[in-house]
């Protein structure tokens, strides 16, 4: 049997409360990958097209003013502009 059938078949047996436990535990699992997922495709430049794309649409619809760029809070230099979205770190205000 594999370990996924294991899984499988362990979650089946819960109860409601270990199920929601269970549960609150898996998604914040997946956040944290999906997280750690995004910050290294930004880091790594793979979303900056998208980010410069996105920023220029909401600008030519009006939706924003011009875009000022601001250090990290952290002092941990961030070179790209889908970085600092999707740090949180306040690195693109308008």
Same mark, same amino acid.
């Given at each position: ?5 294991d ?19 898996f ?8 997280? =750690?997922?995004?910050?290294s495709?930004?880091?790594?430049? =793979? ?12 600008? =030519? ?23 600092n979205?999707?740090?949180?770190h ?5």
């Amino acid at each position: 049997m594999s370990t996924v059938e294991d899984i499988e078949r362990a979650v089946s047996r819960l109860t409601p409360d270990e199920l929601a436990r269970f549960r609150a535990w898996f998604e914040t699992c997946e956040a944290y990958r999906f997280d =750690k997922k995004i910050e290294s495709d930004a880091r790594a430049g =793979k979303l900056d097209q998208l980010a410069e794309e996105a920023l220029a649409t909401s600008v =030519k619809n009006g939706c924003a003013g011009p875009v000022e760029q601001h250090p990290p809070d952290d002092g941990e230099a961030r070179g790209t502009t889908a970085g600092n979205l999707v740090h949180g770190h306040g690195g693109l205000r308008t």
